[in-house]
């Protein structure tokens, strides 16, 4: 789904969230899967720098009286490896250094980044297909989110 998704469904899902209920403040969490990451650092440079502006332009926009948590990629769990399967750790690491790094320089005091891909074990949580997890992924995912962002 990647970046066309976050744009024509999640950005105005979330407006749609915060105009039914102006007087709430809200934590606004972005949360990208493996499937948004290419293998090449070109595609990887390009979704950053697509992201960072879509994100700049909500937190001084509509969301800017929300927190905007954008949290790494997660890592592969160990049937995700080897094979055809086209993305690495390291594209992984790649895109969520070059993305931590841009929302920093930002200097926006609404818009932060997290890492849960640091200590998330998933292996034996990832599907059969390598892109989605189990229901004991998905919760080590949310929990990481819960623990290390909010």
Known sequence: MGYNWFKSTGIP????????????????????GVNDISNTTYWADAAVKEYINAIKTQASG????HNIIFTSVT??????????????????????????SKIKSLGLSNVSY???????????????????????????VYEQVVNKCL
């Open 62 to 65: 509509s969301w800017k009286n």
């Open 13 to 32: 899902n979330v407006n749609s969230l915060l105009n039914k209920n102006s007087g709430t403040r809200y934590n606004i969490v972005i949360l990208l």
């Open 114 to 140: 997290c890492d849960i891909n640091s200590g998330l074990n998933l292996n034996g949580k990832i599907a059969g297909d390598h892109i989605h997890y189990t229901s004991d992924g998905y919760t080590a």
């Open 75 to 100: 890592p592969l769990g160990a049937s995700s490896t080897g094979g055809d399967w086209p993305i690495s750790q390291a594209n992984i690491d790649y895109f969520n250094s070059q993305m931590k």
